[in-house]
C-alpha cells in the first residue's frame, strides 16, 4: 500500500503540488483529474521517489520511500509514461524484458532467467502484443507502442501502477481495452493503481475513486458520484458541465455545455 | 510456435555472447600474431610463431637481433595497442548508451583533449615522475567528461546535437591550451610531441606498459557488469530509474571507468581518434545493440582494430611511421559523416 501525507512540492516559488494526502489501495483504482498544471504529473513522479517532496511523507507498506532503494520501490511501484523518444533499434520483447530488469539475480549471471521470459510472454499476450513481438519498437504505431509500454510495467509485476495519461496516444477501442487490462490487474492481483487522464468519462468508467486537482491542491476526494458533480467540475475547469448516468453502466456522464 | 518464442530466440543470450566473444578472441590471437611478423625487418615467420607460442621462453632459432624485435619492439607496441583501441572502444560503447547518443565518443567529447592536457602538464610539471603522467590523464579526462555533461545538460536533457556542441567547444578550449603549451616548448620536442598527440605508439617498450593493459582489462569488466543497466539507460534516464536503476550510481561508474580508460590509453599513447566511434558502431550492426554483447565485443574489436591500424602505420611507408590516429581518423572521419546524416 502506498500512503501520501500532506506533500508539498515546489519548483523554486511556485508550488506545483500543495499539502495533497492521498492513499492507494490493494485493488481500488484511483483516477486523478483536473486541468493542465494542476500538478498531476508532478504528484505521480513523487510518489515513485522520482521527485522528493519539500515536505510530507510517503509511506510504501508502511516505511518511508526515502529509506528504500531504488530496487525496492521498483519491486513495488510501475510506472506507465509517455514513452521517451528511441535512439537504438530494439524489438517488442527486448522491451518488455527490461520490465524484468529489477528481478536479475546471480544465479543467472545478471541474465534473464526462465520465469523472465514466461512473464514477458505473459503480458504480451495479456496486451496482444504477441505476434508484434519480434518486430523493432520504432516500426510500431503510436498505440502500439503505448501498449508495449503498458506491456512491460505488467511485466515489472510491481502491485502498484502508477499511469500517467496512459491512453492519450490510444483511439476509442484501444483506450477502453488498455484501461481494461489495468483494471484486470486490480481486480485479480488486488494491485492498485492511479491514472492520471484528462478524459473524466474514461475516469468515471474505470476508476473507484477519483481525486480532483487544482492549482496543486485537492478540491475533493472520493467515489466517482460524489466528485463528478456539475458546482465541483464548474469550479476546477471554469466551463459548465452538465452530469447524466451513463445510459449502459450508470456511472455518471459528464457532457459540457456551451 | 507464436511469435514471441522466435523473438525469444532471437535475443541475445549469455551462449551467443560466450561464442560471440570466443571467436573474437581467436581473431584477436591470429592479428597478434600477424601483426608481430610484419614491419621493416622480416622476421623468420616459423621460427617467430615458435618463439611466440612458447611466450619467449624458447629463441626457436631466431637470431638475438630477431628475438629483441619480436619480444622488445613489436609484441610490447601491438599489447599496447590492443590496450589502447580496446580503451577507447570500450569508453566509447559505454558513452553512448549512457548518453543515448550515437555520436558520443571520448576523441569527439573532448575527453582525450582532457587527458592529453593533463599529460603535458605532468610532463611538464612532474617531468621525472613517470606514474604523473596515467594519474593526471585521469583527472584530465574526468573533468572534460563533467565540463561537457554539464554544458550539454538543457532544459529538455542533453539532445545529440548539444553534446556534441559541448564537444567542439571544449575540445577547441583544451586544444589551444595545448597549441599554447606546445609553442613553450624547444623546437626537438614539438616534433615528437605532434606526433604523440596524433596518437603514437611507438613508447611502448617504456615500465608502464602494464598500466594501459591493467587498466583496459578491469575497466572492460566493470562496465560489463553494468550492461544492463545501461540497456535501460540507453531508453531514457526516466525510464531506466522507473524501472529500478540506480541512475545516478551507473552514470558516475561510467564516467569514471571511462575516463580512467581514455586517460591510461592517452597517456600512453596520444588522442588515437575515432575508436571509440567506428568500433562499436560497427560491433552494433553486427551483433545488435544489447550492451551486454556490445560491450565486450566493443573491447575486443577496439583492440583488433588499433592492432591493425597501427600496423598499417608502421608498414605503408617503412621504415618511416605514420602516426596511428592518422589511419584511425582517416577511416573514422568519413563514417563519423555517414552517422551524423542518419542521427
Not at chain 1, 530488469?101 to 532467467?113: I, K, L, P, R
Not at chain 1, 502484443?129 to 523493432?136: D, K, Q, V
Request: hydrophobic share 50%.
Amino acid at each position: 500500500m502506498l500512503e501520501a501525507r500532506n506533500l508539498t512540492i515546489k519548483y523554486g516559488h511556485r508550488t506545483a503540488v500543495d499539502n495533497v494526502s492521498l492513499s492507494l489501495e490493494p485493488g481500488v483504482v484511483t483516477g486523478v483529474i483536473g486541468p493542465n498544471g494542476a500538478g498531476k504529473s508532478t504528484l505521480l513522479r513523487s510518489l515513485n521517489g522520482s521527485l522528493i517532496p519539500n515536505s510530507g511523507t510517503i509511506l510504501l507498506n508502511d516505511k518511508p520511500l526515502g529509506k528504500l532503494s531504488r530496487r525496492a520501490i521498483a519491486k513495488q511501484i510501475t510506472v506507465v509514461a509517455q514513452e521517451a523518444e528511441l535512439r537504438f533499434p530494439i524489438t517488442v520483447f527486448e522491451y518488455v524484458l527490461g520490465g524484468r530488469f529489477v528481478w536479475a539475480n546471480s544465479t543467472t549471471w545478471g541474465w534473464e532467467s526462465e520465469r523472465d521470459l514466461q512473464v514477458a510472454e505473459a503480458v504480451l499476450e495479456e496486451t496482444e502484443l504477441n505476434e508484434l513481438s519480434g518486430r523493432l519498437m520504432n516500426e510500431l504505431s503510436g498505440g502500439e507502442r503505448q501498449r508495449a509500454v503498458l506491456a512491460r510495467a505488467l511485466a515489472t509485476e510491481a502491485p502498484i501502477l502508477l499511469l500517467d495519461e496512459p491512453t492519450a496516444n490510444l483511439d476509442l477501442s484501444h483506450q477502453a481495452a488498455l484501461l481494461g487490462l489495468v483494471r484486470e490487474r486490480c481486480n485479480s492481483r488486488r494491485s492498485s493503481a492511479l491514472i492520471i487522464t484528462h478524459d473524466i468519462n474514461l475516469a468515471a468508467q474505470f476508476a473507484d475513486v477519483i481525486l480532483l486537482l487544482k492549482a496543486g491542491q485537492v478540491v475533493k476526494a472520493g467515489t466517482t458520484p460524489q466528485v463528478l458533480v456539475p458546482d465541483l467540475l464548474r469550479e476546477v475547469f471554469s466551463v459548465d458541465v452538465l452530469v447524466d448516468a451513463h445510459p449502459v453502466s450508470g456511472v455518471p456522464r459528464v457532457t459540457p455545455v456551451h | 510456435m507464436t511469435s514471441s518464442r522466435q523473438a525469444n530466440q532471437n535475443r541475445v543470450t549469455l551462449r551467443r555472447t560466450t561464442i560471440t566473444l570466443l571467436i573474437l578472441v581467436a581473431g584477436l590471437v591470429i592479428v597478434v600474431g600477424a601483426a608481430s611478423l610484419l614491419g621493416s625487418e622480416r622476421l623468420p615467420v616459423s621460427n617467430s610463431l615458435c618463439a611466440l607460442t612458447t611466450l619467449g621462453t624458447r629463441q626457436c632459432g631466431l637470431t638475438s637481433d630477431q628475438f629483441d624485435i619480436l619480444f622488445q619492439i613489436r609484441l610490447p607496441r601491438i599489447l599496447l595497442a590492443a590496450a589502447v583501441g580496446s580503451s577507447l572502444a570500450t569508453a566509447g560503447a559505454s558513452y553512448q548508451a549512457l548518453l543515448r547518443n550515437p555520436l558520443a565518443e571520448p576523441y569527439l567529447l573532448g575527453v582525450s583533449n582532457g587527458a592529453a592536457v593533463g599529460t603535458m602538464l605532468a610532463l611538464l610539471f612532474f617531468g621525472s615522475l613517470e606514474w604523473s603522467r596515467p594519474l593526471m590523464a585521469f583527472a584530465g579526462a574526468l573533468v572534460a567528461t563533467f565540463a561537457v555533461y554539464r554544458l550539454a545538460r538543457g532544459r529538455v536533457g542533453a539532445t545529440p546535437e548539444r553534446l556534441i556542441l559541448a564537444g567542439v567547444i571544449v575540445t577547441t578550449f583544451l586544444s589551444s591550451i595545448i597549441v599554447f603549451v606546445t609553442t613553450m616548448m624547444d623546437a626537438t620536442r614539438i616534433r615528437s610531441f605532434t606526433f604523440w598527440l596524433l596518437g603514437d605508439l611507438s613508447g611502448a617498450n617504456s615500465g608502464l606498459l602494464p598500466v594501459p593493459i591493467a587498466v583496459a582489462v578491469v575497466g572492460a569488466i566493470i562496465l560489463t557488469l553494468n550492461a544492463r543497466s545501461l540497456n535501460l539507460l540507453m531508453l531514457g534516464e526516466r525510464d531506466a530509474f522507473d524501472l529500478g536503476v540506480e541512475v545516478s550510481r551507473v552514470r558516475m561508474t561510467v564516467f569514471l571507468i571511462a575516463s580512467l580508460l581514455v586517460g591510461s590509453s592517452v597517456a600512453a599513447s596520444g588522442s588515437v581518434g575515432y575508436v571509440g566511434l567506428v568500433v562499436p558502431h560497427l560491433t552494433r550492426l553486427s551483433v545488435g545493440s544489447d550492451n551486454r554483447i556490445s560491450i565486450p565485443s566493443a573491447t575486443l574489436g577496439g583492440a583488433l582494430f588499433v592492432i591493425i591500424a597501427d600496423t598499417i602505420a608502421r608498414t605503408v611507408i617503412a621504415p618511416r611511421e605514420l602516426p596511428v590516429g592518422a589511419i584511425t581518423a582517416l577511416i573514422g572521419a568519413p563514417l563519423f559523416i555517414y552517422l551524423l546524416k542518419r542521427v
